[in-house]
């Protein structure tokens, strides 16, 4: 599972014009699932995502993670993270999940924000989005399953 991370003061996903998620301060997390990717794995990041620390302290310095801070997670499923660009100039997906398969883990991470104490608002699975944010910092953070040597 591939997770990016941007901490924002703001942000909101759009479908048709219409939103389906909006959150204040906390973070949006481009969501993607890959081959082998499992529930536990879902959890494992979900968890990673509240505890990571990255937000400011009374000193200015990331020492708090988004459960210190009552920050929230718009969730937005995102397939591309697993792009092949090392071949020509259009990218591959091969190495994304089916969409049911996505969409199931993908369900499963939210579900475990929300058992986290997190509350999270999000787009719609497979459906083309507008996602508005305001990052800020700019603080942006790269997670991949596979990189962490852990599920």
Known sequence: MRLLL????????RVDGEATGRIG???VALVGVGHGDTAEV??????????LRIFADDEGRT???????GGAVLAVSQFTLYADTS???R??????ATPDVGQRLYEVYVAAL????????GGVFG????VELTNEGPFTIWLDSAESGRP
């Open 87 to 89: 071949r020509g100039r």
């Open 25 to 27: 301060a906390g973070l």
């Open 91 to 96: 990218p591959s997906f091969l190495r994304a």
């Open 127 to 130: 459906a083309r989005m507008e």
């Open 114 to 121: 929300e058992d986290l104490g997190v509350r999270v608002g």
């Open 6 to 13: 941007q901490r924002v003061s703001r942000a909101e996903v």
């Open 63 to 69: 020492n708090r993670s988004l459960l210190d801070v």
């Open 42 to 51: 879902a959890r494992s990041m979900a968890r990673r995502t509240v505890e």
